[in-house]
């Protein structure tokens, strides 16, 4: 009783109202509201035109299939919208969830570029970033029973528990479905029945670990109680000594219960069956609003009488704070992932310091960079750094999962890419048989893909002046993944262009300008990409051209072939039987125009990648 003064019990009975009201028809009630705080949009601006249209299509597409993901627009008004229904309830109840969810989301964070709400039943979760596929590991929302398992029993009930909610999430995590649901006896006639489910855009892994953040916080909040629910915006559990199958369909003149998770009527600390202060509403919505009020009003004071109130926390988000500190591994993790950087897990020398290969205790394969010293920067704007450069998130980009930085060392933690880098198979005698004609081209698309969204489809502009064989790494699929990008920003020395006294590029691969006078810009790329090309092509390097003719050097020897006529010659034998020559000589035809010495005539990016994709070059095609 002294817990809430009378400022509180009037809360509380508001509150239990407005559930009731709105919740009406329509089973599941509120968790919470996550109304984040990176910005605001104007009203009648693009950014609310384009969440008009999301929203209903969110509705519609995700009351289908249970899960839904889209974006509407494009550039600074982009909108990433995903819902996701709980998997076992019916299509009308997830339709009701998400309806009310978007009316809700729009009246509670009104204006917000970033916001998600949670029902039992279902969340809505939308922003202006791209967050699909991206674990949050934040305990967004904390709700418990106050109600505790007698302390004679303690000890077997939070072992069940965990057992419980460990298996649980092992079993969600390996489903395409990201959910289990489940039972598991404390005593001999007790159960404790919990779920778990996470969006279905995370891998088994992410699921996995987000689950454990979320069932990490048991012990700091909710020990002991006899049910509770947590939950980010990708993942939620709950656990009750009661079933908590969705309720049955019949009911449908019936309102859910008031307070969910209302304490059961037993008195030994713990019980099971169904919250009991369900009221039958068959009457117009003013007399169900005035029952409502009653009926709170009592159950508020039921529940103050047995000081067990449903505690409500909603953490509101300082989303980059976060999203630092989530990126953030412990020294000690990574020494013991990577073996406490043994020789045998070295994989290699970087233009930055050592990587090495480690695996984290979820079994997720990593590649970590081990800085030499110092940045150049503070602590804080190298986070800041890692940060943004986690935000980049492409298929031909190798992943920056976070960093560490503690003491004398700077680490960088990447995902692990299986089959090391390009030159290793490209300048290989014998390995290069393997990178046949439609291997080869598969890559060169990606790079060019890669390096587009590096130049300019990114939130940042980013010029990775250091572009060569040895900076693409290859998935088990032979997909190329750009390494080492953004190197310049977490070193402090980057802008979009200008001049540098640091010439960071490998000689062979770095533009004119960019090493005679270190000079860069998106079009020194774009030489390198040249190169690149024609390294893919005649299976030669750059600085250690075998001569073949008179050129001096590989870039001169495909030109002469070019004007000769015979600009298949620089092709690599071993692509001899499963080459196209027209793609051959397209590509070739690009790696010349990019290979230019003013960067004037070199193409863009973004025409690169339209070359590649047409069958012909009808514009820039003339060499000068
Ligand atoms: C956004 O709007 C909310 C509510 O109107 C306000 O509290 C908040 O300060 C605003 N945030 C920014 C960044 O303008
Ligand atoms: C989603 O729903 C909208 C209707 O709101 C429809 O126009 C759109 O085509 C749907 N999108 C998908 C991918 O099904
Ligand atoms: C939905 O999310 C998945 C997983 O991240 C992603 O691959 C897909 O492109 C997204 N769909 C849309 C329409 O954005
Ligand atoms: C339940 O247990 C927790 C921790 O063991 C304690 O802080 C809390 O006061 C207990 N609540 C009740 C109602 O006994
Ligand atoms: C678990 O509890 C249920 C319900 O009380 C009971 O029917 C079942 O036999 C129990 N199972 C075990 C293994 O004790």
């Known amino acids: ?174 489903r395409v479905s990201k959910f289990d649901i489940s039972s598991i006896n404390y005593t001999s006639s007790d159960q404790i029945f919990g779920l778990v489910q996470c969006t279905t855009d995370l891998s088994s892994n992410d699921c996995l670990s987000c689950l454990q953040s979320m069932i990490s916080e048991i012990r700091s909040c909710c020990d002991n109680s006899i049910g509770a629910r947590i939950y980010s915006t990708t993942c939620n559990f709950r656990y009750e000594t009661y079933p908590i199958n969705p309720s049955p369909r019949q009911s449908a003149s019936a309102p ?42 009592f159950t508020a004071r039921r529940v103050l009488k047995n000081k067990r109130i449903q505690k409500h926390e909603i953490i509101y988000d300082q989303d980059e704070l976060r999203s630092e500190e989530s990126l953030q591994f412990s020294l000690n993790v990574i020494r013991t992932a990577t073996n406490d950087f043994s020789e045998d897990n070295e994989l290699g020398k970087g233009g930055f310091g050592l990587v090495y290969k480690g695996e984290l205790p979820d079994g997720q394969k990593i590649a970590v960079k081990r800085l030499a010293k110092n940045s150049g920067q503070g602590p804080q704007e190298f986070k800041n750094e890692v940060v943004l450069l986690h935000k980049l998130q492409h298929r031909n980009l190798v992943r920056l999962l976070g960093f560490c930085l503690s003491g004398e060392e700077t680490l960088l933690i990447y995902e692990f890419v299986p089959n090391r880098s390009l030159d290793k198979y490209l300048f290989d005698p014998t390995k290069k048989a393997y990178l046949n ?94 190169v690149l090309l024609l390294e893919m092509i005649s299976g030669q390097k750059i600085n250690n051209f075998q001569l073949l003719g008179h050129a001096s050097d590989l870039r001169s020897y495909a030109w002469k072939l070019w004007r000769e006529g015979n600009a298949l010659q620089l092709m690599d034998q071993s692509l001899q039987d499963s080459c196209t020559p027209d793609e051959v000589k397209r590509c070739i035809h690009i790696g010349l125009l990019c290979v230019q010495d003013n960067l004037d005539d070199r193409p863009t990016m973004s025409s690169v990648v339209l070359m590649l994709n047409s069958n012909s070059l009808t514009h820039e095609s003339s060499i000068s």
């Open 1 to 174: 009783m002294n817990l809430l003064g009378s400022n509180s019990k009037h809360f509380i009975i508001l509150f239990s109202c407005l559930f009731l009201v709105h919740a009406y028809g329509q089973p599941g009630y509120i968790l919470g509201e996550l109304c984040f705080i990176s910005g605001n949009y104007t009203s009648d601006s693009q950014f609310q035109t384009n969440l008009n249209v999301l929203l209903p299509s969110l509705v519609s597409n995700g009351t289908r299939d249970g899960f839904f993901n889209t974006t509407v627009g494009a550039g600074s008004d982009i909108i990433y919208g995903l819902v996701q229904c709980r998997y076992d309830i019916s299509p009308e109840d997830c339709q009701s969830c998400l309806e009310t969810s978007s009316v809700q989301i729009i009246r509670r964070c009104p204006n917000r570029k970033k916001a998600a709400i949670r029902y039992d039943y279902c969340i809505l979760h939308y922003s202006n970033i791209q967050f699909f596929s991206r674990p949050d590991r934040n305990a967004r929302g904390i709700l418990y029973s106050v109600g505790n398992v007698s302390d004679a029993l303690a000890n077997t009930y939070n072992q069940q528990l965990t057992s419980l909610m460990n298996t649980l999430s092992s079993t969600a995590a390996s």
């Open 256 to 297: 859910p219960p008031a307070v969910d998770a209302s304490p059961p009527e037993s008195t030994t600390g713990h019980g099971k069956g169904k919250p009991t202060n369900v009221v039958v509403i068959v009457v117009p919505i003013i007399v169900s609003v005035l029952l409502c009020a009653i009926c709170a009003y």
């Open 437 to 530: 004609w439609e291997k080869r081209y598969k890559i060169i698309g990606g790079i060019a893909r890669g390096l587009l969204y590096l130049h300019q489809d990114s939130r940042l502009r980013i010029i990775h002046r250091d572009l060569k064989a040895g900076n693409i790494l290859l998935d088990a699929e032979m997909n190329a993944k750009i390494a080492d990008f953004g190197m310049a920003k977490l070193f402090g020395v980057d802008q979009t262009q200008g001049k540098t006294k640091r010439i960071a590029g490998t000689y062979g691969y770095m533009a004119p300008e960019y090493a005679l006078q270190g000079s860069f810009s998106v079009k020194s790329d774009v030489f390198s990409f040249g």
